[in-house]
């Protein structure tokens, strides 16, 4: 056993020896090379930068582009609208008249009468699928001439038309029902909404 380590630590120290030896051969060639110093001639460059302006561009954003096809006409629906509580069949009706409902009261007593009613807006699904209809709506004309409160009684085909015709019924505008000189609200006010595509 103590042969073996001894044997280990000859051999190592034999080699270590030759590590040194070789180092020392190696380090003694790189002096040699170094003492012959530098051929040729070094530069030393500095850049100078001078002060230059900021230039700034100014760049126009580009146009749009163009679509690819215009939207197609939105055909008018064929409006009928119909007053069932009163039984008077009346068209649209396009009128600018002042209504003043203020402080005095209405000179005569008279039943509602409608004085602008608004074409609806053609659902756009409706149109490219070429379905037409109508709705009937029941709504509360107030003292002011306006209409609140609309309610769906009947729509055929259900829901495709009903919230156009909604909206347009919110737009309406009537001359209210005067009773002894006062405007009153109206409630039972039924009108039918038609949608129709026109040909071509």
């Not at 009128?95 to 007593?109: E, K």
């Not at 909206?167 to 029902?177: E, I, M, S, V």
């Not at 005067?178 to 039924?190: K, L, P, Y």
């Amino acid at each position: 056993m103590i042969v073996r380590y001894a044997i280990g630590v000859a051999l190592g120290l034999v080699v270590t020896f030759l590590l040194f030896l070789v180092m020392q051969a190696v380090i003694s060639n790189d002096e040699a090379n170094i003492d012959e110093g530098v051929k040729g001639k070094l530069l030393d460059m500095v850049r100078l930068t001078d002060d230059e302006e900021i230039q700034t561009k100014q760049r126009k954003p580009k146009p749009p582009p163009p679509p690819d096809e215009p939207p197609p006409d939105m055909p008018k629906p064929q409006f009928e609208s119909s007053d069932v509580s009163t039984g008077v069949d009346v068209g649209a009706v396009d009128v600018n008249v002042d209504l003043n409902v203020g402080g005095g009261g209405f000179s005569s007593d008279g039943e509602y009468l409608p004085i602008v009613k608004v074409a609806p807006v053609y659902p756009r699904r409706a149109q490219t699928r070429g379905i037409e209809g109508y709705v009937i709506l029941e709504f509360v004309v107030t003292r002011t001439g306006a209409v609140i409160n609309p309610v769906v009684i009947e729509s055929k085909p259900p829901g495709i038309f009903d919230r156009a015709a909604m909206n347009a019924a919110l737009k309406f505008k009537y001359k209210p029902k005067v009773v002894n000189g006062e405007a009153i609200d109206v409630a039972g006010v039924r009108n039918r909404i038609t949608f129709e595509l026109q040909d071509g």
